[in-house]
């Protein structure tokens, strides 16, 4: 004779196997049992876990009414996902598709059944309760081993002044406005695409470009744009950002590549313009609208910079002995017409001669008169 005993504490609920085959479910208690030839086997469970899973639980369930009268059992449809509740919180989501065996000793177990639909979106109220219980993770998913691990809901958030596009499996769903939207991401590739909607400066640095007399020059531009239409540019380019770039870039070297390094000196906007009139419709192709092009910096070789600072110091010494020769010829011919006038008026040729002594006599510091005054006027300055 063999008898056996199984202590099962309140926690746990014990499986009886007779030959491999469940015939009872043990309650909390002290259990007495004879087993002969050894056919009896104990199997304990802790519902603290929720969960019963065996590798035969499905079919443990089915064929057993004893153990049905202890665990409640859900199946979801393959478009439906689960939200299970112990004693009013939030335990987990469960994936699509699932069935689902939980002890009913273990607590007040509630399971919200929610449908998915074409658009996937989550609302604000569900999406924070999910955030707060933690269970937005793949960890946290409730599955069996047959499905993949993944994050229940895919976050987004646009920021202010942003727009977003909303692709669900490749296909364009609609915009999206500033704040937090949320997706369920079961059997489906959520995404979203953000673009700036504010004018935007686009630098196009460190360019070195030959002009059409084989000058190398290194210029840098600046361009302002603005985006008009996000989901033309999305369906027009993958990367927006670059596409912009080279685009500014080739015209840039266009422009430059076909004047000379004098032509480009001469008309300082002519890259401006160039590069706006070469671009401006293809930026207005893919929804990008171009409100202004400017050239930051033109650097010039060393040795090229040398020559051109002996070329402006050239011209401004020619225009100095330029200005300087027409100073001296309007001196000269201010000094003819005082001749004229002079000549032709013996008492303001009196007052000149009289102006010239007085400059003289403040430089002489002792003078002797002899004679008189009329004698030094008479001997000093003679009236023809």
Known sequence: MLRKTQLVAENQRVLVFKDQQLTDVLMPGKHRYWDFQNQLEFVTFDINSLYFSERNTERLYRNNPILQQHISHWKLENNELGMLYVDDLLQGV?????????????????LERITLNSTQAVPEQLLNLVNRAGANSATRLIRSEKTVAIKPIAEFKVAKEHVGLLYINGHFIGKLQPGIHAYWQFNHDIEVKCYDCRTQSVEVSGQEILSKDRVSLRINLTANIKLMDAELAAKSVDKLDEFIYKTLQLALREAVGTKTLDDILLDKLYINETVKELVIEQ???IGIALSGVGVKDI???GEMKAILNQVVEAQKAAEANVIKRREETSATRSLHNTAKVIENNPTLMRLKELEALEKVAEKINNLTVYGGLEGLMNGVVKIA
């Open 94 to 110: 469960v994936a699509p598709g699932e069935h689902l065996y939980i002890w009913q000793d273990a607590g007040a177990i509630k």
């Open 299 to 301: 650097i010039l070789p």
């Open 283 to 285: 930026l207005k192709e």
